[in-house]
């Protein structure tokens, strides 16, 4: 089995790390969101789904049957203990599901070079050492704001500091410019990337 380079993608809320995971995509890595496995857990996941409604009560799935995602923000992220007990409950399924779509790439006759997939909470998880390499994105505060309507809320106060992840990172970039600047940025990694490998 050829497991090929894995990158995380981290940075603060309104970074741009789905525009990073994008331009990943673009330049032939395979990508997966950290976001889109939780997306999956809550609509597919049984075990997930009991769980937060025993939690929380029945007033979390909406009428198409669906946990309505805005409500249980509204319920954790005022609340550190709800909040930690949220993410010892999906942490270790997203890793899991990550670690197995890796495991299923490097079995692939013709495995991509490169996996990324974006982890908001990669070094307050602890989970950098599942990766090849790091970058971080980010940005400044008030770029951020317009991107994101939760940047700087309960979830960013929790966040190493920018400069803290950006030290630990091998490739960090701020999201500032054009779209092309970025392309230029991952092409940039990705080349290093395979020099090193």
């Given amino acids: 089995m050829k497991r090929p380079l894995a990158v995380a993608i981290t940075g603060g809320i309104g970074a741009g790390k789905s525009a990073a995971l994008r331009a990943f995509a673009r330049h032939g890595a395979a990508t997966i969101s950290s976001d889109e496995i939780v997306h999956r857990l809550l609509r597919d996941d049984e075990e997930v789904r009991s769980a937060l409604v025993e939690r929380f009560g029945p007033g979390i799935v909406g009428a198409d049957g669906e946990i309505v995602r805005s409500e249980i ?26 670690l197995a779509w890796r495991d299923e790439l490097g079995r692939r006759p013709d495995p991509p070079a490169v996996c990324v997939t974006e ?11 599942r990766f090849d390499a790091v970058v971080t994105i980010t940005a400044p505060r008030d770029l951020r704001m317009q991107r994101s309507r939760v940047a700087g809320d309960e979830r960013e106060r929790r966040l190493l500091p920018d400069e803290e992840k950006v030290r630990r990172a091998d490739f960090s970039y701020v999201n500032d410019g054009a779209l092309d600047e970025l392309d230029a940025f991952v092409a940039g990694v990705i080349a290093k990337l395979l020099a090193r490998a």
Avoid: I
Avoid at 75 to 86: E, G, K, T
Avoid at 119 to 129: D, F, I, T, W
């Fill in 73 to 98: 923000a509204r319920l954790v992220f005022a609340d550190p203990a709800q909040l930690a007990w949220l993410e010892g409950l999906l942490h270790p399924r997203v890793s899991r599901v990550y």
């Fill in 119 to 129: 982890v908001p909470l990669l070094y307050e998880a602890g989970g950098e050492e």
